[in-house]
């Protein structure tokens, strides 16, 4: 006698239950992909604003070590400037008026000795030896001075951005980040 037993072949593939849950289980890490990138902005945008006041700070320690002259950056309400100590702090119309200083060189352009802080960016300053933070408003000018020794105030500055901030600490005899913290949210 032959046993008619039927086998099967094991099948190969996915069933349609498997494939929706793959995709949804993609579709959520996809999500939390773009939130990070959304929250990875504002904490970019406040690296490249720290990074470049650090840059300028640098540029004003050479500067003034250089030309043997006190240099500065001046912080105003959405803006961070590097100029001669002796124009700092003044307002556009007498510094227009005082300026006697050469006209830039080639690779020293303005645009080296400006920063504008985007999209609502907020500056604050504390001096050494104090807990207080300083606000850039419309009339509040904050000088960090940087002097012909190579030495500067330790200030620490912090952007604020939103609900996200960074705070960065100087170091007073190389004007580089000291100590730094970021909470992006």
Not at 42 to 67: C, F, P, V, W, Y
Not at 82 to 105: F, H, I, T, V, Y
Request: charged share 30%; proline share 4%.
């Amino acid at each position: 006698m032959i046993s008619a037993a039927r086998t099967t072949k094991p099948r190969r593939g996915f069933t349609l239950l498997e494939i929706v849950v793959v995709l949804a289980i993609a579709g959520i890490v996809m999500a939390g992909a773009v939130g990070l990138m959304i929250f990875s902005s504002d904490e970019q945008d406040l690296r490249n604003t720290s990074g470049e006041i650090e840059l300028m700070a640098k540029r004003a320690r050479t500067i003034a070590i250089l030309h043997q002259t006190p240099y500065a950056l001046e912080f105003r309400e959405g803006v961070v400037r590097l100029l001669p100590l002796a124009q700092a702090g003044l307002s556009e119309k007498k510094m227009s008026r005082r300026r006697n200083e050469p006209e830039p060189e080639a690779g020293n352009i303005d645009e080296n000795r400006r920063l504008k802080l985007q999209g609502g960016m907020e500056i604050l300053i504390r001096r050494w030896n104090s807990d207080a933070w300083l606000t850039t408003a419309k009339k509040n000018v904050h000088v960090w001075r940087f002097d012909p020794d190579g030495l500067c105030e330790p200030i620490s500055v912090r952007l604020v951005l939103d609900k996200s901030w960074s705070e960065d600490i100087y170091h007073p005899l190389t004007a580089t980040i000291r100590d730094s913290q970021l909470e992006a949210r």
